[in-house]
């Protein structure tokens, strides 16, 4: 099993910028892509970013030019910079990690963490 435990989620200002991290523990054998998923209340839950373990990174259409994914594959961490916030961007924020273990053999599955809200006041 793998735990996700995300952290720096809270409240800004429009505008503002705050940074998301995300920490992969357990018996983990390999990560492939760590990302972030955010879901609004009576919404699906939706990309916002992911990176491969090479750095290859997808972003969201409406976070591309304003938000920054990035991780650190020796501490299996993965992080969110976001910049330019805005009250839409009020939503609940999940990281993801696509793992294997304990051992090679093991097939890759999908984990989330608990997530963490994010607040943007106008």
């Known amino acids: 099993q793998v735990q996700l435990v995300e952290s720096g989620g809270g409240l800004v200002q429009s505008g503002g910028s705050l940074r998301l991290s995300c920490a992969a523990s357990?018996?983990?054998?390999?990560?492939?892509?760590m990302g972030w998923y955010r879901q609004a209340p009576g919404k699906g839950r939706e990309l916002v970013a992911v990176?491969?373990?090479?750095?290859?990174?997808n972003y969201a259409g409406s976070v591309k030019v304003r938000f920054t994914i990035s991780r650190d594959n020796t501490k299996n961490m993965v992080f969110l910079r976001m910049d330019t916030l805005k009250p839409g961007d009020t939503v609940v924020y999940y990281c993801y990690c696509s793992a294997k273990g304990p051992s090679s053999w093991n097939s890759s599955r999908d984990y989330w963490g608990q997530g963490t809200q994010v607040n943007i006041s106008s």
């Open positions: 357990g018996r983990i054998f390999s990560i492939d892509v």
């Open positions: 990176i491969t373990t090479g750095g290859s990174t």
